[in-house]
C-alpha cells in the first residue's frame, strides 16, 4: 500500500519556466510534508517542507502547495535552472513520535537550456 | 552539512556472506534510521533508532538487523546477503529545535550482492 505516490516519472522543462511537481497521500495522519533533491551518486539533500496547518510555503525559487482536502502537494520551481535537473522525492510524516518518513517514488527532472 | 559519513561507499559482495554498514554521525542526534533505495520505490526504511540500544523495525526489515552500542554509530547488518538486497542504503538522523521532522542523509552505500 504506497501511502504516498508520485505519480509522474519524470519530467521535462525548458530552462526559465516553471517546474510543478505533484505528489498525493492517503494517511490522514500525516501532518508535515517534505521534498528532497537527489543528484546521482549523493544523498537526499532537504529542499523544503510544510506543515498541515498551512497551505503555502515558500523559499526563494521554490514553493510547496498543500491542498489536505484533496490530499495533494505540489512543488513549484520558478523560473527553472539546468542545475535542477535531479530526482524529486516527496515524503511525509505524522502520527507518531519517531519522526518516521514515508517517501514518494520520485520524478525525475530534466531542465534543458 | 550534517556531519553524517557512511563507510563503506562501494561494496560488492557474494550471495551468503555477512555484511555490515557503518553511520556515523558527530552531532549527536538521538534518533538515526537506515533507508534503502530502489528504482520505482523511492525510499523505504528498513530500521530505526531512537537511542543507544533502543531501535524498531522499519517498513522491509526482513533479512537486516541493527545495533547502535553508541549515539554516535548506527550499524546495518545484512546476516546473509541476497540477490535482492542490491541497493543503495542510506543513513539519516532527524533534526532537533524547529525541524524535528526533517531529515538529514549521508552519502549513501552503493551494495551489490552477486
Known amino acids: 500500500d504506497q501511502q504516498v505516490k508520485q505519480n509522474s516519472p519524470s519530467l521535462s522543462v525548458q530552462e526559465g519556466r516553471i517546474s510543478i511537481l505533484n505528489c498525493d497521500y492517503t494517511?490522514?495522519?500525516?501532518?508535515?510534508f517534505l521534498w528532497y533533491k537527489k543528484y546521482p551518486a549523493e544523498g537526499p539533500t532537504f529542499l523544503i517542507s510544510?506543515?498541515?496547518?498551512?497551505d503555502k510555503n515558500e523559499d526563494g525559487r521554490f514553493t510547496v502547495f498543500l491542498n489536505k482536502s484533496a490530499k495533494h502537494l505540489s512543488l513549484h520551481i520558478v523560473p527553472s535552472q539546468p542545475g535542477d535537473s535531479a530526482v524529486y522525492f516527496c515524503?511525509?510524516?505524522?502520527?507518531?513520535?519517531?519522526?518516521?518518513?514515508?517517501f514518494g517514488q520520485g520524478t525525475i527532472l530534466t531542465v534543458h537550456p | 552539512d550534517a556531519g553524517i559519513t557512511q563507510s563503506p561507499r562501494h561494496k560488492v559482495t557474494e550471495t551468503g556472506t555477512p555484511v555490515t554498514l557503518r553511520c556515523h554521525q558527530t552531532?549527536?542526534?538521538?534518533?538515526m534510521y537506515w533507508y534503502r533505495q530502489d528504482p520505482g520505490h523511492g525510499l523505504r526504511l528498513i530500521h530505526y533508532?531512537?537511542?543507544?540500544?533502543?531501535?524498531d523495525k522499519g517498513e522491509v526489515s526482513d533479512g537486516y538487523s541493527v545495533s547502535r552500542s553508541k549515539t554516535e554509530d548506527f550499524l546495518l547488518t545484512l546476516e546473509s546477503a541476497t540477490s535482492s538486497q542490491t541497493s543503495v542504503y542510506f543513513c539519516?538522523?532527524?533534526?532537533?529545535?524547529?525541524?524535528?521532522?526533517?531529515?538529514?542523509f549521508g552519502p549513501g552505500t552503493r551494495l551489490t550482492v552477486l
Open positions: 494517511n490522514s495522519m500525516f501532518d508535515y
Open positions: 552531532e549527536n542526534h538521538r534518533y
Open positions: 515524503a511525509a510524516s505524522g502520527g507518531t513520535s519517531y519522526g518516521k518518513l514515508t
Open positions: 539519516a538522523i532527524r533534526g532537533f529545535g524547529g525541524a524535528t521532522d526533517t531529515q538529514y
Open positions: 533508532s531512537y537511542g543507544v540500544k533502543d531501535t
Open positions: 510544510i506543515s498541515s496547518i498551512k
